[in-house]
Antibody, heavy 118, light 108 residues
Framework: QVQLVESGGGLVKPGGSLRLSCAASGFTFSDYYMSWIRQAPGKGLEWVSYISSSGSTIYYADSVKGRFTISRDNAKNSLYLQMNSLRAEDTAVYYC???????????WGQGTMVTVSS | EIVMTQSPATLSVSPGERATLSCRASQSVSSNLAWYQQKPGQAPRLLIYGASTRATGIPARFSGSGSGTEFTLTISSLQSEDFAVYYCQQYNNWPLYTFGQGTKLEIK
């Protein structure tokens, strides 16, 4: 079945780094745009980053620009988020999501928790 | 940035009754609007896209309407499994997507 599975979350100190992964299955990964979306504890959803199907076009939310890097490996059906210079406000569940059409997120992973704390 | 504002923050409705949730955009998003349902401990689930098209497998009791800046999600006869948090999201300003702050639908 169509599925996204995130991994790589954990506890990290402020200023530290973490790399999230998202493994896709059940669909042709290379045909789809993808995004990362996060949700701080008890809060709403915040779009973080976008990558085109080929990886040639990338966008970031202002809150993570210059610190986070999105990438993909279509041969491995995988999406990544390299997070550097982490702050307490980056604490959240991070979801990868498939983009349907122009921008609805039709498939979501189960999420991976990132906690930034000393 | 397009700001999405949902109302009310919390809606209390009895099972079997109709629920109407609102979403307003700070500028026109045409029909480029989606609705999601999120239950505790779960990822969001796409309900509606294109303002009014139900996603695959979504029951007919869910319907969306509106265009421009004013949108509505209606659940015609609430089932126990419908009590959750609902988010709207615009994708007109692609790919700088923004979500509303959510409406919690609770049992009255």
């Amino acid at each position: 079945q169509v599925q996204l599975v995130e991994s790589g979350g954990g506890l990290v100190k402020p200023g530290g780094s973490l790399r999230l992964s998202c493994a896709a299955s059940g669909f042709t990964f290379s045909d789809y745009y993808m995004s990362w979306i996060r949700q701080a504890p008890g809060k709403g959803l915040e779009w973080v980053s976008y990558i085109s199907s080929s990886g040639s076009t990338i966008y970031y939310a202002d809150s993570v620009k210059g610190r986070f890097t999105i990438s993909r490996d279509n041969a491995k059906n995988s999406l990544y988020l390299q997070m550097n210079s982490l702050r307490a406000e980056d604490t959240a569940v991070y979801y990868c999501a498939r983009i349907y059409g122009e921008g609805a997120f039709d498939i979501w992973g189960q999420g991976t928790m990132v906690t930034v704390s000393s | 940035e397009i700001v999405m504002t949902q109302s009310p923050a919390t809606l209390s409705v009895s099972p079997g009754e109709r629920a109407t949730l609102s979403c307003r955009a700070s500028q026109s998003v045409s029909s480029n609007l989606a609705w999601y349902q999120q239950k505790p401990g779960q990822a969001p689930r796409l309900l509606i896209y294109g303002a009014s098209t139900r996603a695959t497998g979504i029951p007919a009791r869910f319907s969306g309407s509106g265009s421009g800046t004013e949108f509505t999600l209606t659940i015609s006869s609430l089932q126990s499994e419908d009590f959750a948090v609902y988010y709207c999201q615009q994708y007109n300003n692609w790919p700088l997507y923004t979500f509303g702050q959510g409406t919690k639908l609770e049992i009255k």
